[in-house]
C-alpha cells in the first residue's frame, strides 16, 4: 500500500504511523496558532547524519510552532523526538531505503485540516524530491493557515522540471484564501533557477523574507534555502549557525496580519 504516489505519513506521540491518502477526511479542531505571533523553524537536516542535529529540534522544540524539514528520515532518534515532546509529523517520503523513509516532514503541535503531498523524480539520477501542503485552523477566524515545505529537484539540464514541481505545488497554494508560508531547500543555484522562482512567488503574491546577515548555505554563490509569506507580518528572521547538518537552520516569526488583503 506504500506504493499509492500521493500518501503521507503520519507520526504522533502513543500512535501507530498512519497512512494518510488524498481526500482522506482529518478531524482537527485545535487552532495550530493561538496567539498573533509564531515562529517557524526551517532546516535541511541532512539525513540526521550527524548525531547531535537532534539537539537543535530540541532546543527549539517549544519555541517554533512549525518546523520543516527537508532530508528528513524516520530513524529512531527523530521519532523519539516527535513523541518525547508530544508533536504531530507529517512525512512525504520521497523513497525508503533499508525501511527508514526520507523525504520532507512538516511537525506541529495540532492536527491540519488538510493536506496535499508532491513526489517529483530528479531527471537524472530518478529520485524522487517531495513535497507537503498542510492546512492549520487560528484561533478565532474563519480563515487558515497554509504551510509548504519543499525539497526542490537538484540533479537537471535546464529548468523544465524544476518549474513543473514548483509551479504544481504554487497552483494549490493560489487557491487559498488565507495566510501562505512557503519554505524550504529550493536548490536555486543558478541564475534561471533564482528568476524562475522568484517570477513565480510573485505571481501569487508571496514576498520573501531576508536575513541582515545572511549565511544560508549556498552552491555557486546562491543561496538554496528561502522562506516566502503571504497575509502575515513579518517579525524577525534569523539563521542558526550550525555544524550539525551542511544547512544552517531558518528561523523566521511573524505576526498575523489583522487586515490582509489578498
Excluded at 504511523?17 to 535541511?44: M, R
Excluded at 530528479?122 to 487558515?144: C, D, F, M
Excluded at 529548468?159 to 504554487?170: D, E, H, T
Amino acid at each position: 500500500m506504500f506504493k499509492k504516489r500521493y500518501y503521507t505519513l503520519r507520526y504522533q506521540a502513543s500512535s501507530e504511523v498512519e497512512l494518510i491518502l488524498p481526500n482522506q477526511p482529518i478531524i482537527g479542531n485545535k487552532p495550530l496558532i493561538e496567539h498573533t505571533s509564531f515562529s517557524i523553524l526551517v532546516w535541511n537536516i541532512f539525513k540526521q547524519k550527524r548525531s547531535d542535529c537532534i539537539d537543535i529540534l530540541q532546543q527549539y522544540a517549544d519555541k517554533a510552532k512549525l518546523i520543516l524539514l527537508q532530508e528528513a528520515q524516520t530513524t529512531p532518534p527523530l521519532l523519539n523526538f516527535i513523541s518525547q515532546y508530544n508533536k504531530i509529523a507529517d512525512h512525504v517520503p520521497a523513497y525508503c531505503f533499508n525501511d527508514i523513509y526520507a523525504g520532507v516532514m512538516t511537525i506541529s503541535d495540532s492536527l491540519p485540516t488538510s493536506l496535499f503531498s508532491f513526489r517529483e523524480k530528479e531527471p537524472l539520477i530518478r529520485v524522487p524530491k517531495s513535497a507537503l501542503i498542510t492546512i492549520y485552523p487560528i484561533n478565532h477566524s474563519k480563515q487558515q493557515l497554509l504551510v509548504a515545505n519543499i525539497h526542490a529537484v537538484n540533479f537537471s539540464i535546464g529548468i523544465k522540471i524544476y518549474r513543473q514541481q514548483i509551479r504544481m505545488l504554487l497552483t494549490r497554494i493560489k487557491e487559498h484564501n488565507g495566510p501562505v508560508i512557503l519554505a524550504g531547500d529550493f536548490n536555486a543555484w543558478s541564475k534561471q533557477r533564482v528568476d524562475l522562482l522568484y517570477n513565480l512567488v510573485r505571481s501569487i503574491e508571496l514576498k520573501p523574507v531576508s536575513f541582515s546577515v545572511d549565511i544560508r548555505k549556498k552552491f555557486m554563490g546562491r543561496p538554496l534555502d528561502f522562506v516566502f509569506y503571504r497575509g502575515l507580518r513579518l517579525d524577525t528572521a534569523e539563521i542558526i549557525s550550525t555544524t550539525t547538518s551542511d544547512h544552517n537552520p531558518l528561523l523566521v516569526s511573524f505576526r498575523l496580519d489583522l487586515h490582509p488583503q489578498y
